[in-house]
């Protein structure tokens, strides 16, 4: 469970259920040293640092044909990235405003959009920047601009920026706060990296990867008060609802499982949210034997409240047993017509891989055990 968020549904805050898993679309970013942990778009960054003392430098312009990037500028001006500052042009609800990142930092547009207090935050267009810089893309600075600009705390500490200038391959050194340049306001304006400082201990922050599946609000009153949704209390007197919001993916949660369970044949459904507990492979159903027994045990599992899904496909064996394992049902038994005739199946854990024979009278006895273990283990 980690911070985040509460974007436009709003309320005081908000909670997301995250599992990790490398491919996550989301980042989570959870204290080394507590319990602290939050979405990169809500996790807290430390304002902290020391105003340089080096001597403010002059400005000089400086050609820098063709450097789009922080990394091409930062070769031309024979800067480190974090000594670099970009200005970013945002339009928050219709009105352009430049944001100051610095250079080996990203921006984080949920902390604008909230400092702000807007409806909808989007990047400008490449017209918008030259209409708020008189530069291309690539090249917007913050000195000459007539939009107000906010800047992360961490630019304060900095001295002789280097920024862009506002037109077609030219860059500026020696740029500084103050005497160049005002920011109407300061904030924690970008995303929290590896190894930056937890608000709560002082530990170090580390990320990782996570699919969120379940995300939950505290809506307070908010909503409430403006549909008048009221009740009697005790006493008879009347108060506003108080109100939360509770959602959980349901595609999100398959797909987070499957990411978590599988190997290279295939998934391995967990047994509390299988589709179906035990599957009955039937594997030669134009032998009459086989299909009586198949069906039977399909019907006797049914009956005693188990899951189950029965495959009656007339496929060669090689294919069934590869499907199996390939949709991943954790429990597999296979109904033959050489076991059948000794009285026994072949079971098999879709997990471990186990394969053992059982006697067909305790087929239904040994699966209601196994699948009770399943769930009480997890």
Known sequence: MVEADSGAIGGSFSHEFMVLADTGEDMVVSCQSCEYSANIEKAVVVDQGELSQEPMNEVERVVTKGAHT???????????????????????????????????????????????????????????????????????????????????????????????????????????????????????????????????????????????????????????????????????????????????????????????????DGMIWPMPIAPFQVLVNMLTPKDDAVREASEQLYAQLQQAGIEVLLDDRNERPGAKFKDADLIGIPLNVTVGARALKEGQLEFKDRASGEKSMIAIDQVTEELQRRIAAALAES
């Open 70 to 264: 922080v990394a091409d500028v930062s070769v031309m001006l024979k800067l480190k990235p974090s000594q670099i500052v970009k200005t970013m042009l945002v339009i928050a609800d219709e009105e352009p405003v430049a944001v100051l990142i610095r250079g080996d930092h990203e921006l984080n547009e949920a902390k604008i959009k909230n400092l702000l207090d807007v409806s909808v935050l989007e990047l400008a267009t490449p017209e918008q920047i030259a209409s708020a810089t008189g530069g291309p893309v690539g090249f917007s600075g913050p000195m000459g601009l007539k939009v107000p600009i906010y800047a992360d705390n961490a630019v304060k500490y900095m001295r002789n920026l280097g920024v862009g200038g506002n037109e077609v391959d030219i860059h500026l050194e020696g740029v500084n706060l103050e005497r160049d340049f005002q920011v109407k306001q300061f904030a924690d304006l970008r995303d929290a990296i590896e190894g930056d400082q937890c608000p709560h201990c002082g530990g170090q922050y580390s990320n990782t990867r996570g699919i969120e599946v379940g995300h939950i609000f505290k809506l307070g009153t908010k909503y409430s008060e403006a549909m008048k949704a009221t009740f009697l209390d005790a006493d008879g007197k009347s108060n506003d609802i108080i109100m939360g919001c509770y959602g959980i993916g349901i595609g999100r949660t398959v797909a987070s499982s499957i990411e978590q369970n599988h190997d290279a």
